[in-house]
T-cell receptor
Framework: DAGVTQSPTHLIKTRGQQVTLRCSPK?????VSWYQQALGQGPQFIFQYYEEEERQRGNFPDRFSGHQFPNYSSELNVNALLLGDSALYLC???????????FGPGTRLLVL | TQLLEQSPQFLSIQEGENLTVYCNSSSVFSSLQWYRQEPGEGPVLLVTVVTGGEVKKLKRLTFQFGDARKDSSLHITAAQTGDTGLYLCAGETSGSRLTFGEGTQLTVNP
């Protein structure tokens, strides 16, 4: 049973560019949440997707957007990249109403 | 805004020593989770506590959830070098949104 998978593992972009990160949830899970973890800090909630819609959103600008597909996989898009967007982006999956989230290995984004 | 404060932020101890990490908030959470994270990897769930006053044990790790469901502690007995890592507490609110603490970086020296 595969756990949460994310791609790519690492990514280097320059300021102003756009990036798309991908996540496949754990088998049987229908809810995907995205988190940003800056170096030396705990993860910060970006948003959560269920039934292909954004259910909740954290304190992130509209440059951060997402999508969930019918197979429950999800994408995180970030437009107009800033240096401060450099971080580890984590995807977590769960079952709706479930109390446990399982995290993927993350995508390390570096913005130059 | 719900905040979780973890202490200490950094902890360096010798193998065989005991330690306690604290996680405190002014908010009530429906559950609280503890994760351990290695460099460059995602957090790995250690335990979920749900009931106020609950105590869970995982080998040498003991987790406690406060009676009011606002705070938690993680106690490690006889630490080993393999326990080295970033320990994160996370409180769950409605809709399974997690609020994380800043983490405690634990280093266990041989």
């Amino acid at each position: 049973d595969a756990g949460v998978t994310q791609s790519p593992t690492h990514l280097i972009k320059t300021r102003g560019q756009q990036v798309t990160l991908r996540c496949s949830p754990k088998s049987g899970h229908d809810t995907v949440s995205w988190y940003q973890q800056a170096l030396g800090q705990g993860p910060q909630f970006i948003f959560q997707y269920y039934e292909e819609e954004e259910r909740q959103r954290g304190n992130f600008p509209d440059r951060f957007s997402g999508h969930q597909f019918p197979n429950y996989s999800s994408e995180l898009n970030v437009n107009a990249l800033l240096l401060g967007d450099s971080a580890l982006y984590l995807c977590a999956s769960s079952s709706i109403g479930g109390e446990t989230q399982y995290f993927g290995p993350g995508t390390r984004l570096l913005v130059l | 805004t719900q905040l979780l404060e973890q202490s200490p932020q950094f902890l360096s101890i010798q193998e065989g020593e005991n330690l306690t990490v604290y996680c405190n908030s002014s908010s009530v959470f429906s559950s609280l989770q503890w994760y351990r994270q290695e460099p460059g990897e995602g957090p790995v769930l250690l335990v979920t506590v749900v009931t106020g006053g609950e105590v869970k044990k995982l080998k040498r790790l003991t987790f406690q959830f406060g009676d009011a469901r606002k705070d938690s502690s993680l106690h490690i007995t006889a630490a080993q070098t393999g326990d080295t890592g970033l320990y994160l507490c996370a409180g769950e609110t409605s809709g399974s949104r997690l609020t994380f603490g800043e983490g405690t970086q634990l280093t266990v020296n041989p």
